[in-house]
Every structure is written in C-alpha cells, then in structure tokens.
C-alpha cells in the first residue's frame, strides 16, 4: 500500500495546490475542507462544486470556489478507498481486457490509489463494473480514459482540455484518451516526494458514459465530451457527472 504522505503529495501534485489531512494536521483546519463528492466534478471543472450528500434534484451551491482556494483539507477515510487499490508495478505488458465493451489498457507499471466512489452518484455503481480480475466486459459499464490536471488549469478543460495540437477542432467539451502512453507522456503531473525523495507521475483513471462521448477521428486516441457554448455552470455539472467520472488516482515512479 501506498504510503499516506505520498497520497497527499500526489493529490497535491494533482490539483496543484496543497492538500494535508485533516487528522494529522488539525491546526490546518482554516483551510477548505474537500470532500470526495467535490472533488469528482470540482477537479474537472474546477468552479463553483454543487454537493449534495443525498444526491437528489435539490442542491446547495457551495461557497468553494477552487480557482480562489489556495489550501485544502481532506479526511482520508471518506476520500480514498485502500480497499480498492491496486499495484500494477509488477506488471510488464497488460492482458488484453475490456471495459464497456472497449479495450482497457491496464496501467502497467502504476499504482492506482482508489478514491471513494460507490453509491455517489444516483444511477448505482453499474458504471464501475464489478470488482476483481476480469477479461471481459460486464453489462452496463463504462469504458477507461485518463486525464490529469490541475484546479489552477481546469477552467481551460471545458474550453478545450488536452489543447497542443489540432485536437481541439473536434469541439468544445472535455478531452481524455484511452490510451495510457498519451496521458504518461503529454498530460501526467510530476512530483519530488518530501517523504522518500523519489519522483512521481500522476494521472486520473476515468470512466466515460460511452453514450455520452465522441471519439475523435484521429487514430482514435481521444474521446470527447461536448459541453456546448453558452452552457450554464449547474448544466456544465450534470454533463460531467452524467458522462465522465474519477474513480483512481495513478502514480508511477520516474526512474532516471
């Protein structure tokens, strides 16, 4: 398992700002608490989150604004999920897998530390699939993508995420790719660890609504998410909670 410092420090690296647990650093408490259900759409859109722990039609607009805060804390044990981590270091080369009926690429060389997802979201957890080792696909679930970001940056996703290049041509919206080699080479974060000195990428693992998304004529490396202009930012939410969800945080050590 994951040592707990270095999940804050690639959470940090993530948004890119500070993040300490509320439990071993209580004096910190002046900061913003971050809840995992912020979190899922904050770190995407990165405006005002909505919240609502019942997850029903009526929400309360939180007071947070992410592109202002400039700390946040967290309890780790209702934001991570050891229980479903997993070590994929060990693994040279991926087994030919299927998630919603679309190659997965597992992520070979990386630990995924799980954030805690089940029943947040009102459709159930059929997007997630069933735990465990499994080649095929289960009925209902989505497919794997993977983006990474930082809340400093993530107003830009919504105009055009992953914008180097041409693939922004293909619309306004939010951009993520099943591909891995992609998200390692072009979008991961990078951080020194303070806690064993070592550096690390880190990169989301996502699940994307495949009726939601288009893929991108372009070798098919990158898969969208419309959000069209003028769309009002209680809309942007539902888009994104309806059609692409965190549910791993992936670090890889950098070997030099």
Not at 20 to 26: A, E, I, N, Q, W
Not at 121 to 127: E, I, K, L, Q, R
Not at 140 to 144: R, T
């Given at each position: 398992m994951v040592d707990q410092d270095i999940r804050y420090e690639a959470l940090s690296a993530l948004l890119g700002k500070p993040v300490?647990?509320?439990?071993?650093?209580?004096e910190k408490s002046k900061g913003t608490s971050l809840t995992v259900d912020e979190f899922?759409?904050?770190s995407i859109l990165g405006s005002k989150v909505i919240l609502t722990p019942q997850r029903t039609v009526q929400r309360k607009v939180l007071d947070l604004c992410f592109s202002v805060q400039q700390e946040f804390f967290i309890d780790e044990q209702d934001f991570?999920?050891?229980d479903y981590d997993y070590d994929f270091t060990r693994l040279s080369t991926s087994s030919n897998c299927l998630r919603g009926d679309e190659p997965y690429e597992r992520p070979c060389g990386w630990y995924r530390m799980a954030l805690k997802v089940l029943d947040k979201?009102?459709?159930?957890?059929?997007?997630l699939g069933p735990d465990g080792w499994r080649s095929?696909?289960?009925p209902?679930?989505?497919?794997?993508s993977y983006h990474g970001t930082t809340i400093d940056g993530a107003k830009s996703i919504i105009k055009c995420h992953f914008k180097a290049g041409s693939r922004d041509k293909f619309g306004r919206g939010i951009y993520s790719t099943p591909h891995l080699d992609i998200a390692r080479d072009y979008y991961t974060k990078t951080f020194k660890s303070m806690t064993n000195g070592k550096t690390y990428r880190v990169v989301m693992q996502n699940r994307i609504n495949p009726c939601e998304r288009v893929i991108c004529p372009e070798e098919e490396r990158y898969w969208l998410v419309h959000v069209p202009e003028g769309t009002s930012e209680e809309?942007?939410?539902?888009i994104v909670e309806n059609s692409i969800r965190?549910?791993?945080i992936l670090i890889q050590e950098v070997k030099h």
């Open positions: 300490f647990s509320l439990r071993k650093f209580p899922l759409t904050g991570f999920d050891p979201y009102p459709d159930g957890n059929t997007w095929e696909s289960a209902g679930e989505w497919p794997v809309e942007e939410m539902r965190p549910y791993g």
